[in-house]
Structure formats: C-alpha cells, structure tokens
C-alpha cells in the first residue's frame, strides 16, 4: 500500500491499523470496555460493593425485574376514650389520613358492635379506595387480655399481625375492667413499594445487580490486569536490558530464572504463589508479574543483542555516554515495537489468568467480585435454572479478550519490521 | 487448621512434635530434603495415608484426561490447519480461523461452564460431573473402556482440547503456508506428484517438526491446565487433589504434586527432544562432530 508522503509516523501507523475490520471492531470492544471500567462507578445503578444496599431478599432475579425499595409505613396512634356505661353510648371513632400521609385517602373507622366491648375496624369507607394498597396491617398495644378475631399473633409482644385480604373482618374485644383512656397503634404498610431500578442484567445470589456487579468486575479485571502488565513489563524488559548489555553472569543468571519459569505453566506459579501468600488484589498482581515478566525479559534481551552490536551502539560508546543512557535511551526506544505488541497481547492472558485464579477461588474475594469470581458464583446456580449469574460476567469477559486480541493480532502485522509493506 | 481452636497447649505441643514442626528450620529442611531423597514426601494432613502415593493414585486419571484431549486437540487442529494454511484465502478458512481466534480467547472455565450448560443441563445429553465407571483392559484401569466412562470423558476432554486444538490450529496454518510456497513444493509439483503426495509426505514432514514440540511441550501445559477442568467437571484427578489441598493446607500433597508435575515435564521435555533428533536428521543429540 502507498502511504500518503506527508503523514507522520503515528498517523501512518494508524492509517495501518484501521485497515483491518477485525482491528476496528477490536478497537471499539475495547473502548467501551474501558469506559464502562472508568465510569463504573457513574454508570452502575448501585454500589455492588456496599453491602448495607445489597438486600438478599433481591437474590436470582431474573434480567429485567425490578428493584424495589423499602415498602411505605405509616403508624397510627389512637386514642381510646371509654365511656363508663358501654350500652349508653357505643364508641365511634373516625381517622382521615392526613395529607402528607402515603394512604391519604384512605379512611379508618373504629365502631363498636353489640353490647360487649368488641369494636370493628374498617379500612377504606370511601368508595374510591383500594384495599389493595394495604399490604399488612399490625395492631399494637392491644390492652392487657385483649383478643383479635383475626390474625396472627406475635409470639413476643402483644401485637398482631394480618394480611390485607383479612382486613374486612377486623375486630377487636378489650376487658371491661379498662381504664377510661388508652392508646392503640395501628400500623399500615403499604403494597406499592417505590420501583428503584431494575435489574438488567438480573441479580446475584446476594442480591446484587449484575449490571453493576458486571461493571465494577470490569473495571477491577482491566486493573489488575493493567497493573500487572506494566509492572512485568518495567522488570522484565530491565532484566532482559541489562542481561544483554553486560552479558556475562548477569546474562546467565536472568537466562536461567527465565528458563526456570518458563518450563513450568504459569496458571501453575500463579497458583501455588497465592496459595502461600493468600488472597488479595496485590497478591495477584505479584502472581502475574511473577509468572509474565520472563516474556518480556526473553524478548527485550533477543532484541538488545541484535541492536547492541549495531553502529550507532558504538558511536554512542565511544563518545564517551554512560551505560545506563545507552540502555534506556538508545537500546531501548528500538524494543518498543515489539513490546508494545506483546504487552497488548499479554493483557488479555493477564485478565485470564486473573478471572482463572478467582475462579478457583484463589484470586479476589467474594466482597470485591472480578468477573471470574463473578462466574464462580454463578456457577453454583447453574444447575438450579439461574444461568445468567455466570453466562453475563463471562460473555463480557470472554468479548474484552477477543477485543484485545483483535487490536493486539494487528498490532503485531503493522509493527513487525519484517513483514512491513 | 489441624487442631480444633479448642486444642490445649499441650495437645498443640505433642501434634507439633509429631510434625517435627518444634525443630528449627534449617533443620526442618534438611529433614524435609533427607526424605525426598528417600522417595518420602510425608503423609497427608487431612488424609492421613503417604502424600506420594495420594497423588499417584489419581495421576491416572488425569493422564487420560490430558491425553484424550491431546489427542482431540491433534485431530480438530491439524487437518483444519492444514486446509486453511492451503487454502488461506477461501471462505471456509475465513470460517476456521474466526473460530480459532475465538477458541484462544474463550476463558478456559467459562467454556467449560458453557458446554455444561448446552450439553448437560440443556440437552441432557453427557453427564456433567465424575469419571463414570472405570474399565479394566490390560491391566491399565481408565474410564475409555466402558460406554460410561467415555461419556463422562468427552466434555471434559472437550473442554481442555479446545485452546490447544485452535493454537495447533494456527501453527498448522503458518507453517503450511511458509512451506507451501518454498521451491523444493513447486518442485514436486513440476514432477507431477500427485497432490495428495506432495500434501502428506512433502509439506506435512517440514510441518511436523515445530508441531511435534509444541504438542509435546503442550501435553505439559495441558497437565497443568486440566487443574481448571477437573475442578468444573469433578474430575477426580491430580488437579482437583491440588486444588483441594490447597484449601485445606495440606502442604505434603501439595510439594508432592509440584513435584511429580516438574518430573514429568522434564520427562516430556527429554521425549520431546529425543524425537525431534529422530525427525530431523540434521540435529543429532550428543554427537557434537
């Protein structure tokens, strides 16, 4: 392909890049996964690691129930005022719900029937008024020796609790040895609870949303992985730097530990290393650097040796520079196109690896879920007809992978100086 | 962990004793290294029989499981390999290394959750957990002798064959590519060989041999990575052992595993080397004329 003369060096290499779909498609994955990471915290309905809002009475809903708040409740105080002589003068009592109430058209009243001290209470004279918004209705502070017609009574306290579909025959009988004052509670709770968000993706075992969850996940894998990256990246390409400046025992020594790295399967170090230091964000992280680092040191050495032997290596020594400044500043610039590629590249194994770990249970803890332990828990309720808690975290897992190695794949056609065009 | 936390001290001072855990540590050391060298790894905290032997009498399992899936791997990687390295611009070998991108990205345990969920729990069609019933067939004890054992075998071995077949896969298809353009294929051609001639005897020969050591190499790391199947599917071999022990401390098992884990890769490394001096006659071990 002819690359337009008056381009620069990156804008070339972008034009590159942008030619393959894969790539582009690559680039967009990643995008958003990356912005879903950054603003996790802004997108995510709620703060899936705030377990004061996390209600586990939300646990396995299915993807699009809703989320729904604290129901509505509202106490009444009532006062009984007894006449002495019941026959003379049955009680009547009239409660209209102030404004500002949740019920506020809902009308209470209290009547006597026959002669004995047995009072009906009935909810919602009004003929506009549903007893449907009631959901449960308790009676309180009942006098001593009190009996209610229905209901179930708590096992503790004088207080009775009923259902709304009781609600019509409500009665209550009080001893006649009563005081001539005494007050009742009557608490309502109502049935339409606010509808705070819904659960897009459907919640976990605990009652998380897995939007949320699924997002802070990402995040989290993307910052370990990241991290980690980086991290091996910086030791190992020092490693592999000074292996092939000063040859000799230094080359020896990094040859060997890298040897003995590579010989055995990183899953298998990582593992072993937190199983002996534990669980923990920073303990992955130092498990992935350990097990990615001599990759880096491989490839920076390889590239070091054949660059050091080159002219400009020799110029730069003899006119007198230190060797640390012909490292880093002359060597070094000339390894960046390779690893650029592999680093790409090895943040996907890096996320793997990860989400591999806290599936086994070994990487993050259950409170701050990274998508594998996202899986893991979901895998527990696979067979029980709730495939969603571990199929979403690992669609999402399996979509920010292949992004990476989309971009990393065509990374490496348009940096490798021997394929170049 | 050992102890119950209601353990008095003397109870604590007699089980460290016992463990050899009230010596000092370099002494603990040599201990621990004068065993080895005797073949005694220690005895199982938590199973109380010899570590080695624990780890032995499930490595079987997990042998056949690696195999199997190797096995597999060869077969769906190769021969597609092959056809796409052939063919690089058709469209089914678009098609072949879609999915190959695909089978090395997939999260090795999510794709095993996946193939539970569509084969087991879906379709009903193979059993999600166990080995199944185990055959006897010469004296060798392994689930591929009973119609059971095998249907216990294919998801699991499945789900393990699937990066390695996709990575086989593209190296198939770089290498066939690679060779397929060199003069001497052009040549046989020319001669009027036949194209399944210069397909399996010319091209596959130069093809083999950077395959052959990543299929051995890879039967290590195919070990190593059957630790996640065998969690999955409850596969009762050396993986779930460490997996396990690794929850319950139980440090003996573990340094066993590790161990036979390293003898058998430098075991698989010799072989892998070993037959690469067959393959290519240009490189001759230990006869450095």
Known sequence: MNLPPNKSPFQQTMLLFLESKTAIVGLIILTIMFGAGLLAPLLSPQDPYDLAKIDIRDGRLPPGSMKQGEAPKQILKLELKLPKDIAQKPLVEKITMKEQDFLSDLQISLNQIGSDRTYR???????????????????RRLPKGAKVSVGEKNKFRREWKLQFNHLEHLAFTIPNELKEKHKIEIVII?????????????????GRDML??????VRISLIVAASSVLIACFFGSIAGLSAAYFGGIVSILVMRLIDLKLSFPSILIAMILLAILGKGIGNVVLAIVLAQWPLYARLVRGVALS??????????????????????????????????????LQVASAITLEATLSFLGLGLPVTEPSLGSLIANGFEYLLSGHPWISILPGFVLLLTVIGINFVGDQLRDILNPRLQR | MLLPPDADREDIENYSRALGLNEPLWKQYFIFVQNILQGDLGYSFYHEVPALGLVLERMPATLELAATALILAILMGVPLGIYAGLHPNSRFSKVIMGLSIFGVSIPNFWQGVMLILIFSVSLHWLPSTGRGEVGVFLGIHSSIFTLDGISHLILPSLNLSIFYAALLLRLTRANVMEVALLDYIKFAHAKGLSRSRVIFIHILKN?????????????????????????????????????????????PVIVSYLIIVAVLFSLINLVVDLLYSVLDPRISVGTAE
């Open chain 2, 207 to 251: 093809v083999g041999i950077p395959l052959i050591t990543v299929i051995g190499l890879e039967f290590g790391s195919l070990i190593a990575f059957s630790v996640i199947t065998e969690t999955i599917f409850s596969w009762p071999g050396m993986g779930k052992l460490i997996i396990d022990s690794i929850f319950l401390l139980d440090r």
């Open chain 1, 190 to 206: 109502g049935a339409r609870r606010d509808q705070l968000f819904t659960f897009w993706l459907g919640s976990d075992d605990q």
């Open chain 1, 121 to 139: 209470i009935k909810f919602g004279e009004n003929p506009d008024f549903k007893l449907g918004e009631i959901a449960e209705v308790r009676l």
């Open chain 1, 212 to 217: 949320s969850a699924i997002l802070h996940g």
């Open chain 1, 307 to 344: 660059e050091a032997s080159k002219e400009y290596v020799e110029a730069a020594k003899s006119l007198g520079l230190g060797s640390s400044r012909i490292m880093f500043r002359h060597i070094m610039p000339n390894c960046a196109a390779p690893l650029i590629v592999l680093a790409t």
